[in-house]
């Protein structure tokens, strides 16, 4: 699979990645990551983990990707075409507003992301979603009815899901996220949560 640090493109395999593994039980990976500042923030604040961003936006990537942290990867990939090295490897999931492709997916049940998701999550993973008005709106789809439908699908591939629940400005703007805040402080700034464990 393809890895980025800064502007240096880098491939490892499965060998490569598990010897960075090998010293943590918790494996996070943040899918749609976008600038990865999520990641970083992640891997600073919990160096007993580590810390996986998923984007298929290299540029994005370039400045929080440097950081030399030795739990944190950035791996260039489509949400609809996970790597087969991260297979059953990933305790937690974690999708922070996303839009375009990824956020089309999760609405329409598109196989290859949900079964993207399961393979690569271990037994008992968890996973969280973030959803915004704003791209639901792009989608034309109302943000309460575009969380069940993501509820839905989730559901359907094998995801305990709790209820959505709306998500203040307050909460927000302590979300570790560069899009969360510019959401707080913009013209829609609803936004609703899911969470959920996987039954495997």
């Known amino acids: 699979m393809e890895t980025i640090w800064g502007k240096t493109s880098q491939p490892l395999d499965l060998n490569g990645l ?3 593994l090998k010293s943590y039980n918790r494996v996070f990976l943040d899918l749609g990551t976008g600038d990865g500042r999520y990641v970083r923030t992640l891997a600073v604040e919990h160096p007993d983990w580590f810390i996986i961003g998923v984007d298929s936006c290299r540029e994005n990537l370039h400045e929080y990707s440097r950081a030399k942290l030795q739990n944190m990867l950035f791996v260039i990939a489509s949400a609809q075409g996970l790597p087969g090295e991260l297979s ?13 492709s990824l956020l089309g997916s999760l609405l329409t049940c598109d196989a290859s992301l949900l079964n ?6 271990r ?9 915004n008005g704003g791209a639901m709106a792009e989608h034309g789809v109302d943000l309460e009815c575009g969380a069940r439908s993501v509820y839905q699908n989730l559901w359907d591939a094998g995801w305990q899901m709790n209820a959505p629940a709306p998500m ?3 909460a927000l703007q302590k979300h570790p996220t560069t899009w969360a805040r510019r959401l707080a402080h913009g013209r829609d700034p609803r936004a609703m949560a899911l969470s959920g464990i996987l039954n495997k």
């Open 116 to 121: 993207g998701l399961s393979s690569i999550a």
């Open 18 to 20: 598990l010897d960075r």
């Open 88 to 100: 059953g490897l990933i305790s937690h999931i974690t999708i922070h507003f996303p839009w375009g």
């Open 123 to 131: 037994g008992n993973a968890r996973i969280d979603v973030f959803l």
């Open 168 to 170: 203040n400005i307050c």
